[in-house]
């Protein structure tokens, strides 16, 4: 199953919005087939092993790192090409929380003899597609915010001017977050002050599929209620692109545009924006924004995990601070975090940390 799994990692930037799959067939001690799905529309990871196999995977047990699907998308059913090839067992780590398939995959396999153990490195398997998960759960997107702040927790200068805080290292390592995302948020004030391009780089990634990953539709959501994208912006390159807007605001002519319901201070609803990212099969997000929409991200607890790169340098209490919070008055008020990781990136560090729910504070 650990095999299956690193199989399963070559798709991290390429799958979407498709879950990350391996598979490994398994004769007595030799694996005889093995695959991984690597992109939405081609095989999936058992076909790719079954084929791989062809007539040894009679037989055979597969170790496979999700339910094998039910039912036919864009290519046939795994289920039913297991129970054709004669696998004998299928161990998975993990059900599909996919509505189409919640255990009809294992119940397909049952009924045709095969015997299903499940629940195999199960943790592992979750947080290989956490969007796939989150959709299906809880009805939204895997939110992942990126942060980057001097040492003393500061953004940009009092003027605005913020590049480069971070090193070359830091900005490299962005590129992964970018590529095994479904799609990139930001805010229009991030826009007008750094014009960025949140395009994924393909010879920063590292990957045998960088190419491919740089090359995939992966949109912008520009959050802009009042319609104050520049018409030359760099994220408008992005034929994706699409700019999220509350009302009759008028926007670059050519630009596909997205009307949400207004939150109580006239921003974009959160909330609404989340179920729109989900309805488009955007399941795993990456936020690149400033302290204000971060800010609200975290006031609304819609944020699943942060990644904040920290460099070495002082700015200043006159510089902008990393979030625009409400004053907390007392401790138990604070918004809780758990570091699952932490790590040299270049010379910055890297922290990534999770919420901390109301339930377990």
């Given at each position: ?8 990692e070559?798709?991290l930037y ?33 076909a ?15 170790y ?16 039913v ?12 780590a ?8 919640q255990?009809?995959g294992?119940?397909?396999l ?22 796939h ?6 009805g939204?997107p ?19 001017v ?16 970018r590529?095994r995302?479904s ?13 960025p ?28 209620s ?17 700019v999220v ?7 670059v002519p ?8 207004a939150?109580s ?19 795993e ?9 971060a ?10 995990e ?29 918004h ?13 560090i890297?922290?990534t ?5 109301s339930?377990?504070?």
């Open positions: 199953m650990a095999r299956a799994l690193r199989l399963a070559r798709g390429t799958t979407h919005p498709n879950p990350r799959v391996g598979c490994v067939l398994v004769v007595g001690d030799e694996i005889v087939g093995e695959g991984y799905h690597r992109r939405a529309g081609e095989e999936h990871a058992e790719m092993a079954l084929r791989i196999a062809g007539p040894r995977a009679r037989g055979a047990t597969a496979v790192t999700l339910e094998p699907c039910s039912f036919e998308g864009r290519t046939p059913a795994c289920a090409a297991l129970v054709r090839a004669g696998v004998t067992r299928v161990v998975a993990m059900a599909d929380p996919h509505p189409k398939n255990g009809a294992f119940a397909a049952q009924k045709a003899g095969i015997a299903v153990t499940t629940d195999l490195m199960a943790l592992s398997a979750r947080t290989l597609n956490p969007g998960i989150s959709k299906f759960e809880q939204r895997f939110v992942r915010i990126k942060l980057a702040m001097t040492l003393d927790g500061k953004t940009a200068l009092a003027n605005g913020s590049q480069w805080i971070t090193g070359p290292g830091a900005r490299s390592d962005v590129q992964k977050l590529a995302s799609a990139i948020v930001t805010g229009v004030q991030t826009v007008i002050d750094d014009d391009a949140l395009t994924v780089r393909a010879s920063q990634l590292q990957h045998e599929h960088a190419d491919l990953a740089a090359a995939l539709p992966r949109p912008i959501f520009v959050l802009d009042r319609g104050r994208i520049p018409p030359n912006a760099r994220v408008l390159a992005n034929p994706d692109t699409v807007t509350t009302g009759p605001a008028e926007v050519g630009v596909a545009v997205c009307r949400l319901a939150e201070g006239g921003r974009v609803d959160l909330v609404s924006l989340m179920a729109e990212l989900a309805r488009r099969d955007c399941n997000v990456l936020f690149e924004c400033g302290a204000t929409l800010g609200a991200l975290v006031r609304e607890q819609l944020i699943d942060v990644v904040i790169y920290v460099a070495p340098r002082f700015m200043g209490h006159q510089a902008r601070s990393l979030l625009n919070l409400p004053e907390i008055g007392k401790m138990s008020g604070l809780e975090l758990e570091v699952s990781d932490v790590r040299m990136v270049g010379s910055d890297r922290i940390a999770n919420p901390v729910s339930d377990q504070a």
